[in-house]
């Protein structure tokens, strides 16, 4: 299985994906910094953070940009790299492998799922220290909730990586089923909204079973895309 990831990765050119990975990881370091230490977020009459709601220090406004971010990316790469690959039938070369269908299809999510879940665990990890790193010197107009020096920190920022790359193995199924890599990106987007809509003073955001749920729901959503392929034609 793991000679199998790594020609997924070889066959998709993962290094493509770092290199937008590394730029959006960039661009978040640059909003975040602006945001927590140059008062982008300040409302201009009372100089007062004017923050998303469940989002007043420095740790959830990291998540919640970062696993914006992170889960369209996810998905954008299992649309390029699994639904494309249904769609314009390159799996059938795959499929002449004396290698059993299902095999394959789960070495092309596993592929995609370990790079982009080590991805955002790099991504978050960068963010937090140059925010820390940063705060020894400046003042932050957020709360400074986090210490580097805490290893709870490393196991949440691995544990909520996975929890986000699982999660979008529930876009991957739409696009399976639609058999288009658009369908895929439109179901991250409604994901978004599932996750981190707010109606009210509601949101599901501040319910720590929500993503245990969509984390089950990713998983279901994985076995029924292999559910069947060795007897599915893809043509």
């Keep these: 299985m793991g000679k199998l990831i790594v020609l997924e990765w070889k066959k998709n050119r993962a290094g493509r994906y770092g290199l937008v990975a590394a730029i959006l990881t960039a661009a978040l370091a640059l909003f975040l910094f602006a945001q ?24 959830s406004q990291v998540e919640l940009v970062s696993n914006v ?9 299992l649309a390029g790299c699994v639904t ?8 059938l070369v795959m499929y002449t492998y004396p290698i059993p269908r299902k095999k394959l299809m789960l070495a092309q999510i596993l592929a995609v799922w370990i790079f ?10 960068l963010l937090y ?9 400046l003042e932050p107009d957020f709360p400074m909730d986090y210490t580097l020096f805490a290893p709870d920190l490393y196991l949440q920022i691995v544990l909520k990586a996975v929890v986000i790359a699982t999660v979008s193995l529930i876009a991957m199924l739409a696009g399976q089923v639609f058999r288009s890599a658009k369908a ?3 179901a991250s987007l409604l994901l978004l909204v599932l996750m981190n809509g707010t109606v009210g003073p509601f949101s ?9 749920v969509l984390s089950a729901a990713g998983v279901i959503c994985a076995a029924a895309t292999l559910t069947g392929v060795d007897r599915r034609d893809v043509i």
């Design 36 to 59: 927590v230490y140059l008062g982008i977020a300040n409302d201009p009459v009372t100089g007062v953070p004017d923050a998303a709601p469940g989002t007043f220090n420095i740790s």
């Design 69 to 77: 971010t992170f889960l369209v990316f996810t998905c954008v790469m």
């Design 84 to 91: 494309s690959a249904q769609r314009r039938k390159t799996m």
């Design 116 to 125: 982009s879940a080590a991805a955002l665990a790099l991504a978050k990890l």
């Design 129 to 137: 220290g140059m925010l820390f790193a940063a705060g020894q010197i």
């Design 184 to 186: 895929t990106i439109i």
């Design 204 to 212: 599901l955001a501040d319910h720590a079973a929500v993503p245990l």
